[in-house]
């Protein structure tokens, strides 16, 4: 199938058939590349040969990417990149018709659309006032971002001009295609002039209403491989015995914090090695693929309906939103989201950060349609809302 | 005159190297010192730059320079998700080829570091180029890949989420890496023609950041691994350990130096070790005075050097440790100082280099600033020098 298609790119610009076939083999030769070099030798001599192609060979090598594991990706990224830069340096130019129907072809891997696009742009730099205007909602994220600016470029000269709702309108409509956090943050802070206030956790998808079961022991690390009751099922009505044998239930919280910030030390209280979990149950429209985002200081694990999807076993080296990603599936219906966080014993002043935030989405970093259920506990209620 | 050393003769070089190249981390010897003696020793942003390169992104690793040529590594795009390596001409800057790699590691750290932070190494046929995402690169001297690999699609618990730093080095055609991290923490020889394991060790899980030191005594090259209760030498071809030295809160920013036969390993305290055959080596001298900072130390004809954490450079002689003299120059530094020609430079993280004539008294013979951080160590190369700001790659000297 990936096959055809590179084959078909070729002929989009006339290339002799056999060289593509050719082309093929090498794509395929470099493509069994794998783990601990296995392959390199192989792939090496593969490599050679498809660098000393010209560059009608660059949309067939650039769909080559579409079904490249990220190891096999980088190999054919670099023929990519030698064989485009050789034939510039050349004083030959690149296949710019061919490169542009690869870019607003979204079939193709989001990352080899990129790539292609930024070697259009070398040979045709009208290409990013002709492309980007079609582009803000792309699954390419880089190729997004670049929109993106230019949206919010827009808006600002508009809001220049001193036409409040036009101006608010523009920055709307860059707000409606922005992911990256820094691009969101700047839209919600000019719209902020404008006396229009953005729901960032929604926007982003970040659960809020949690459930939260702490403390369970974590003495010396112990916690983070031991499987306590809530990751054999959830029952929200369940009390536990913990740490030093303290009991507790499932506490329900709401955070306010504009990226979905859950602070334990707040919620459970001040302690040291142990284990908290949060739960959130939400409904989902449909069966969809979704990334389940993470930030922690916390060694962490992500359970979504009973299926561990992420761990990390890492204490207190920072914290960043989408630090974390487990791609996953969500069913029709009920889904159940479990996250362990693990506190260790650190004594530093910058060790005491017991916390998390979570988000789900799509692999852009767009919010997806969920509903978190209101979960009636012996503790109260969690409050259950529509998100995004 | 150039000719071609072989690590035999050096004594401390174990790759081959041409006089005048810099072709790792702190150079030739790992330890920050050169022969060349016609390095400038003033300039400013605009006065005495031979030529200014821009740079596609940010970067904490130092050029290295191999027969004329000049490797260097970057980060960019939002979250560092993309690596650079590039190749630059020494004589008028030109960029000779770049290539850029994706990410295939988590991009998270210390927002002071990037995901460029380990330093290259070149045997000047290839460069081989480590990102702290653990993709590791090997490419030939004009741009073509040799090999590839994504270790944290090997080694899936990899992680140093404050930013992987440690520089590979390379003996003869094994490239060694020591990774010590938080998750799957090992030490591997990588075959340098293919890029397959030679060999891989389990090392403590920990979070360290310091290069190894390739150190050569009586015809046989040990790679020295530092960590904070171990200071060990291996076999660099089939990573068999040759001795152990037990320490206590050895540095784990700080990498050690070789000089005079001798080992200096930045801790707690400074430690001057002098090596064996092949037993353990002995303790000469330990000193809480000489505490390094992030800057690794420097031992330069039977004087040790090491600049504080207050930005106080301290001389200090190699037989007893006993302080010499202290000079207090214009910090913070993060890059490691270089000593050539009996001067040393230390550039501080304002981009500004002090150059220090070395003797029985300092002498500070200017202070230059270049108007852009710069956390990367200075390096020489061919009578000039060699910085790297996050923005530009600036060699400084007579111009082109």
């Known amino acids: ?388 | 005159m150039r000719g071609l050393l072989s690590g035999l003769t050096l004594g401390l070089v174990s790759m081959a190297v041409w006089a005048g190249d810099w072709p790792q981390f702190r150079g030739p010897g790992g330890s920050g010192v050169s022969s060349d003696s016609h390095l400038p020793i003033r300039w400013s942003s605009t006065e005495n730059i031979a030529w200014k390169a821009n740079l596609p992104g940010r970067g904490l690793s130092s050029p290295v320079v191999a027969k004329g040529r000049v490797f260097l590594t970057a980060c960019s795009a939002f979250q560092q998700t993309r690596l650079h390596v590039l190749c630059f001409d020494l004589k008028d800057g030109k960029l000779l080829w770049e290539r850029q790699f994706w990410a295939t590691g988590n991009t998270m750290c210390h927002p002071k570091t990037n995901m460029a932070a380990p330093t290259p190494v070149t045997d000047g046929q290839r460069v081989f180029a480590l990102f702290a995402t653990c993709d590791l690169v090997c490419l030939d001297v004009d741009g073509n890949l040799v090999w590839y690999r994504s270790l944290t699609s090997d080694y899936p618990t990899v992680t140093n989420q404050v930013g992987m730093a440690a520089s590979p080095v390379l003996h003869q055609d094994t490239l060694v890496l020591l990774l010590e991290n938080a998750g799957e923490s090992f030490a591997a020889g990588i075959d340098a023609h293919t890029g397959q394991n030679r060999w891989k060790i389990e090392r403590k899980r920990r979070i360290n950041w310091n290069t190894p030191l390739l150190f050569t005594k009586n015809g046989q090259t040990s790679v020295i691994f530092q960590t904070p209760d171990e200071l060990a030498a291996f076999d660099p071809r089939t990573g068999e350990k040759r001795w152990s030295y037990a320490a206590s809160e050895l540095a784990t920013i700080p990498s050690p130096a070789a000089g005079d036969g001798m080992l200096l390993v930045p801790g707690k305290e400074l430690l001057l070790l002098r090596p064996g055959d092949s037993a353990a080596p002995e303790l000469v001298w330990q000193s809480a005075r000489l505490r390094p900072a992030t800057a690794s130390p420097t031992i330069y004809k039977n004087r040790v050097y090491v600049l504080t954490g207050a930005g106080v450079l301290n001389c200090a002689d190699a037989q007893s440790g006993k302080v010499l003299w202290q000079e207090r120059l214009k910090g913070p530094f993060s890059a490691s100082p270089l000593i050539a020609g009996d001067r040393l430079y230390a550039v501080s993280e304002d981009g500004v280099t002090s150059v220090v004539q070395l003797g029985d008294e300092p002498k500070v013979l200017s202070v230059n600033p270049i108007g852009e951080t710069i956390l990367a160590s200075p390096v020489p190369a061919d009578g000039k020098l060699l910085l790297r700001s996050d923005e530009h790659l600036f060699c400084i000297g007579a111009g082109k």
Not at chain 1, 20 to 48: C, Y
Not at chain 1, 189 to 218: E, M, S
Not at chain 1, 273 to 291: D, K, W
Request: glycine share 8%.
């Open chain 1, 1 to 388: 199938m990936r096959t055809s298609l590179a084959l078909v790119a070729a002929a989009i610009i006339g290339a002799p058939l056999a060289a593509a076939a050719d082309v093929a083999a090498l794509l395929t030769q470099i493509k069994a590349v794998g783990r601990e070099g296995a392959g390199n030798p192989q792939a090496a001599q593969a490599w050679r040969e498809l660098a000393q192609q010209g560059s009608e060979a660059l949309p067939a090598i650039l769909a080559g990417l579409d079904d490249a594991h990220p190891i096999a990706a980088n190999w054919l990224r670099c023929a990519v990149d030698t064989i485009a830069a050789r034939e510039l340096a050349a004083g030959r130019s690149l296949p710019a018709a061919a490169l542009e129907a690869f870019v607003t072809d979204t079939r193709h891997a989001p990352r080899a659309r990129r790539l292609a696009y930024e070697w259009l742009v070398r040979v045709d730099p009208t290409a990013p006032g002709r492309l980007l205007p079609g582009l803000a909602d792309d699954p390419s994220t880089e190729l997004r971002r670049d929109a993106v600016a230019v949206l919010i470029q827009n808006a600002e000269a508009i809001a220049a001009q001193g036409d409040k709702s036009a101006a608010v309108a523009a920055y709307r409509k860059a707000l409606t295609s922005a992911r990256d956090r820094d691009q969101v943050e700047a839209i919600a802070q000019a719209l902020k002039k404008f006396d229009v206030t953005v729901d960032l956790a929604a926007h982003f998808g970040f659960i809020t209403d949690w459930l939260l079961a702490a403390p369970f022991d974590n003495t010396n690390g112990i916690g983070f491989a031991a499987v306590y009751p809530p990751e054999k099922g959830v029952d929200v009505n369940a009390t536990y015995v913990g740490k030093n044998g303290l009991k507790f239930g499932w506490k329900p919280t709401t955070t306010s914090d504009p990226f979905g910030k859950v602070d334990l030390n707040k919620v459970i209280g001040k302690y040291m090695g142990v284990v908290g979990y949060g739960f959130a149950a939400v409904h989902s429209p449909t069966e969809q693929r979704v990334e389940v985002r993470a930030g922690t200081k916390n060694a962490v694990k992500i359970f979504v309906n009973g299926q561990e999807v992420f761990f990390r076993e890492e204490y207190h080296h920072g914290m960043r939103m989408d630090q974390h990603v487990a791609p996953c599936t969500l069913r029709k219906g009920r889904n159940e989201i479990l996250i362990k966080v693990c506190q260790n014993e650190q004594k530093e002043p910058w060790a005491q950060e017991w916390e998390f935030q979570l988000r789900v989405c799509d692999a852009v970093g767009g919010a997806v349609p969920l509903r978190v259920l209101s979960e009636k506990t012996a503790a109260g209620s969690s409050e259950g809302r529509v998100m995004p």
